[in-house]
């Protein structure tokens, strides 16, 4: 089988699983496509406001939804029903849109009998919510132009792509400078043999097209973003029994990954620069979170990394956050366990040292 028949192959699969196999999340037999973590408090009450059939066959596997997002343009890439399109429909407001891509016909078709029953509910005076037949890893098929996106979102779709790379090279394309990608999808501790890549439950609970980290890490090098960011990471497992066998010892992960279309370095560097998140976004007013290791609370300064100083100075989160510093002074890797060692042995050496330099 050629490499254009196995994607063609793959592609027919997942048609086909979430097509006719999957009615609702009751029949899934893993718990890969559910999401693995509490949405935030802030989402709840727009929760409430969703239909419940597209509640019902909602597949994902985290909250892939970024703050600061009001009058936004929105691309949800593997929208199915729209759960996340309706989310995004009340967090972007009646001045943002929100188009949503699916390539199978059944889920969009529900989708979009509900886009009048959600406007009334939002009390939206014209739809802000479209829904787009076509594939994720061709975007100019659905018309998307080039750097006319602020946010691209995806929920457990992107394991299901036989072409990854394409998807993000995709992805990098129609996202305006200082755009954001923002994705949860399922991640594997290990590169996955072909039986388990090709085996249709597998790949239809998102498990058979896990990304492997390094392999992830050096695609998005690639494509162009050099800087990515873990904002959740959960473990997942294998409820059906059959199913666990046949994964074995494999470990799989529901990752939610935030990245910049912005240039930046592929290392964070330290050029003593700090921030201070100003409290300004209604949903996170006492603090915002960059990524797991990242949280600012409001008006107290952090020191961050070069990258981190462009993302807030050149990201739409830029009206949020005061930057102090610049790139004109550097002082190494932004590691503080590394300038620790290196500082203490430096310290070390000045004071053994007899002064002299011969």
């Known amino acids: 089988m050629s490499e254009q028949q196995l994607k063609q192959q793959i592609a027919d699969h997942v048609k086909d699983y979430y097509g006719n196999v999957l009615n609702s999340s009751a029949d899934l037999k893993t718990s890969a ?3 693995a973590q509490v949405p935030p408090s802030y989402l709840k009450p727009l929760l409430d406001n969703i239909h419940p059939q597209i509640q019902d066959s909602f597949y994902g596997c985290g909250s892939p939804l970024p703050l600061a997002a009001e009058g936004c343009t929105v691309l949800d890439l593997g929208c199915g029903t729209g759960r996340d399109v309706y989310l995004l429909s009340q967090l972007v407001g009646e001045a943002g849109e929100i188009v949503g891509i699916d390539m199978t016909d059944k889920p969009l078709d529900i989708a979009r009998s509900h886009i009048d029953w959600h406007c009334a509910k939002f009390a939206h005076a014209n739809p802000n919510m479209r829904f787009k037949k076509g594939c994720i890893e061709n975007l100019t098929s659905c018309g998307i132009k080039d750097n006319s996106v602020d946010i691209v979102i995806s929920n457990c779709v992107i394991n299901l792509s036989a072409d990854k790379e394409s998807v993000f090279k995709e992805i990098y394309r129609v996202l305006k400078p200082g755009g954001e990608l923002c994705f949860s999808d399922v991640f594997a501790d ?9 085996h249709k439950v597998l790949l239809g609970e998102c498990l058979g097209g896990a990304l492997y980290q390094s392999d ?14 873990i904002l959740s990471k959960q473990p997942l497992s294998v409820e059906d029994e059959a199913l666990r066998a046949l994964a074995g010892t494999v470990q799989f992960y529901s990752v939610t990954v935030r990245s910049f279309k912005l240039k930046l370095e592929p290392r964070r560097e330290n050029y003593g620069q700090f921030a201070r998140y100003l409290g300004t976004i209604a949903q996170s007013p006492e603090s915002f979170e960059l990524d797991q290791q990242l949280h600012f609370k409001a008006e107290v300064p952090v020191s961050i990394d070069g990258n981190t100083a462009t993302i807030l100075q050149h990201s739409r989160l830029a009206e949020h956050f005061r930057v102090h510093g610049d790139s004109q002074l550097h002082y190494g890797r932004f590691d503080g366990r590394f300038d620790d060692y290196f500082n203490s042995q430096l310290n070390s050496a000045i004071a053994t040292s007899s002064g002299s330099c011969c």
Not at 190 to 198: H, I, K, M, S, T
Not at 216 to 229: E, I, Y
């Open 33 to 35: 496509c559910c999401p």
């Open 190 to 198: 290990r590169r996955l043999p072909a039986n388990l890549q090709q």
């Open 216 to 229: 992830f890490d050096l695609m998005m090098q690639k494509v162009g973003f050099n800087d990515h960011r």
